[in-house]
């Protein structure tokens, strides 16, 4: 089936920023044109994107619009969607219109629309109304009500909204006749087609106010944030075996500063990293003589008070030791334990395994002990 979105963001919009249409604003790193593009590019069922753009945008698109086609929209969105419609290709099939300022469209939600459009013809995303709903008159200052509406019958519209080419090319020829219309489905309607809902999503919001930003910006810096570790030391005879705090019976240790423990280093890496606060070196420099001889499962908790002070918290830790013998699987559980009393976290977030290298390296042959962690941050 031969899918083309169409993007509409030929909106000037400048409500939100003096100089750029809000589009072109940043959200978390992307602008929302950026974003919106993305959700259809990535989707596997869409075939061709074409995006509507302002006239002094189309003229000089971004690098990041080199994969998709560009055209230039009108005054009204429905002038903009009918010059999208105009570029269609004679084989589209299915033709899914959707707001540039909806950046959190889901690859589901896209689908659902797809799927009904196919069957039905034309539908859109649509969400209930939580609210009671009032029809009012009178002043705009302090309107009266006029009527309570049944709210079960209300529905918000969203977009995707998605028809067949046939549909919405009847549409749009309704539109240049002469009636006026803010969504594609009011024309598919008073064309006289039936038009669906498919359940649209809370998430998709359109950021037209400077609080809607706000919002949006908030909810990607509630992101989670992933860190990495890793560490190795040599391994030598009559030096305690230290992982995770837990000294592990072993003929051989590991070799360093401190109780060179691999894990502790590696978990408090992946701490700081997820945090964007450094690493262990920085914090912990073996030059200050105040962490020699620390015990590694110290300088961890350290780290993780560091991280709260942040404003992060820890949703889970994952560790892979490399270790040759001896075999450790007696004593994860006691490692696993250990690492979440100094992270402050319940046992369940924390996991370590163990591998051998099968005799292979440094590893293999037993001269060193390799640890790889893996730390997911929340927002606290
Ligand atoms: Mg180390």
Redesign the pocket.
């Known amino acids: 089936m031969h899918v083309t979105a169409i993007i509409a963001a030929a909106g000037a919009g400048r409500r939100l920023a003096a100089d750029v249409p809000k589009q072109m604003l940043e959200v978390g790193g992307q602008t929302i044109l950026q974003r919106s593009v993305a959700a259809f590019t990535a989707h596997p069922r869409v075939t061709d994107v074409i995006v509507v753009l302002p006239n002094e945008v189309a003229a000089d698109p971004p690098a990041w619009l080199n994969d998709v086609r560009v055209v230039t929209g009108g005054t009204r969105r429905q002038d903009s969607v009918a010059a999208g419609v105009d570029a269609l290709r004679a084989d589209a099939e299915i033709v899914l219109i959707h707001d540039a300022a909806r950046p959190f469209v889901s690859a589901a939600l896209i689908s659902r629309a797809i799927d009904a459009a196919a069957t039905h013809g034309a539908a859109i995303a649509a969400v209930p109304v939580t609210d009671t709903v009032k029809r009012v008159q009178g002043s705009e200052e302090m309107p009266a009500v006029a009527e309570t509406l049944a709210r079960d019958t209300i529905y918000l519209a969203q977009t995707p909204q998605a028809f067949t080419s046939r549909v919405i090319r009847e549409a749009v020829a309704l539109g240049r006749s002469g009636v006026d219309a803010t969504d594609e489905s009011a024309l598919a309607e008073r064309a006289g087609h039936s038009v669906r809902i498919v359940p649209g999503e809370p998430g998709n919001v359109k950021i037209t106010t400077a609080a809607d930003l706000d919002a949006a910006r908030r909810s990607l810096t509630a992101m989670p944030r992933v860190g990495t570790g890793y ?3 040599r391994l030598v005879d009559a030096r305690p075996l230290v992982l995770g705090g837990v000294t592990v019976p072993s003929e051989r240790g590991a070799l ?2 401190s109780d ?3 894990i502790c ?1 590696a978990v408090t890496d992946a701490v700081l990293g997820a945090a964007g606060a450094g690493d ?1 070196g920085r914090h912990y420099p073996d030059t200050d003589g105040r962490w020699k001889d620390a015990f590694s499962l110290d300088l961890l908790r350290d780290a993780v008070q560091h991280i709260r002070r942040l404003g992060f918290a820890i949703e889970n830790v994952d560790v892979t030791v490399l270790l040759e013998r001896p075999r450790i699987s007696a004593h994860v559980a006691q490692i696993a334990a250990s690492l979440a009393s100094a992270l402050g976290v319940e046992p369940e977030r924390v996991s370590v395994k163990g591998k051998t290298n099968e005799g292979m390296d440094a590893i293999g042959r037993g001269e060193a002990i390799a640890a790889h962690a893996v730390a997911l941050l929340r927002r606290a």
């Open positions: 560490d190795l030391h360093g500063h060179a423990d691999v280093h262990i």
